[in-house]
């Protein structure tokens, strides 16, 4: 099943039936959201454990590799054999992030796309002169589809008839939409766009009825475009004046799209605190400097969160999305908190070494890392204890009648 059917299929009629019990596309974006953290919370709480145990062995795996630099075989094998006594993986977590990823880019299209914004289904013709007849071709529908949401919150895939073609100038065609998934309402009714590219690759603007009806007079290339509305485009929800509502640069300044700009800014300061916990900010041993990789590792910390927010602020995407990426962050926040919490199992070192090294957390406090070694047996402890015992009695009452010889 692919990101456009899992849309279809599973996020909005969840997404619409929580719309109605609610009546509002708000909570619908929002409780939404939770239900899809609160199921992927093992996961997430993976990939966190994981991050953070590979963090804080960082300062031992570099020993490790300062120890066996000079042979990268046998390096390999302590490392694996590090991995394994402490019960970790370096790819650990990656994968329940890559099994999120599905669900996560449906969400977006669905946040992305109708109900909450107008979507355009493009058609491609070409139009040639008479004497290229033998290059005419006519495909059924359009190669893509949108999804439509109608006031009832029922669904529909859309496409466009007649799809990518070829004419001959002069011809006259009628263009229209028809559901391949679900049912359209009858008085559905998308709106039109054309425009045409002449043969010395010059761009007009041309006419096409709201019926869908037009005339290619001239030879070039053409595309008829089919915008399928978005039904809560406009819809508000608490300070956010709409949740389809898109604004990019300049325009940002406007009163009017504030609430966009505080937005962004709050995915910006909840993608940090999220971060920060996940993966716990790198401090070198007693006598070491950060290396190389705890550099990168530390800097990138610092500068995703704004480069992130940064581009946000051109890139064309709906409020809708801002609130879903805002509230999914927070609970996000909120999980990391909660395995952050959790008890952490020691560290086994690769050898018989007790290796004391900085953890980097609880403000640079000390952990030793212990030897991979079985306890001793208590009996025999037991035994060696009762002997020390015996000698030193021994030895005690041989004090006493030396001293007592003395006097």
Known sequence: MNFPDITYHLILPALQKIAELTHSYGWGIILLTIIFRVLVSPLVAQTTISMRRMSKLQPQMKMIQERYKSNPEQLQKKLVEFYAKNKVNPLGGCLPTLVQLPILFALYAAFAGPPFTDKLIDVKVNVVKAENAQSVKREEESGSNSIYVSKDGKPAKVVVFPGNSTFIAGTDVDFGVRAVEGKLPPDFAPQWHMTYKDTEGKDHKVNITPAGHVTFANPGEYHIQASIPGIAKNESFAFV???????????????????????????????????????????????????????????????????????????????????????????????????????????????????????????????????????ANNNNGKAENTQNKNVNETSNKQQKKKSKRKK
């Open 241 to 375: 004046s709409g949740l389809g509502k898109v604004a990019t640069g300049a325009s940002l300044l406007k009163p009017a799209n504030f609430d966009v700009v505080f937005l962004i800014l709050l995915f910006g300061i909840t993608m940090y605190l999220s971060q920060k916990l996940t993966v716990p900010t790198p401090k070198p041993a007693n006598g070491q400097e950060l290396d190389e990789q705890q550099i990168i590792q530390q800097q990138t910390m610092k500068t995703m969160p704004l480069v992130t927010t940064a581009m946000f602020f051109f890139f064309p995407i709906p409020a809708g999305v801002y609130l879903y990426l805002v509230v999914s962050n927070v609970i996000q926040t909120f999980q990391t908190w909660l395995v952050a919490r959790m008890p952490e199992p020691e560290f086994v070192s690769d050898d018989d070494n007790v290796i004391e090294a900085e953890t980097g957390n609880n403000g640079g406090q000390k952990s030793l890392i212990k030897p991979n070694k079985k306890p």
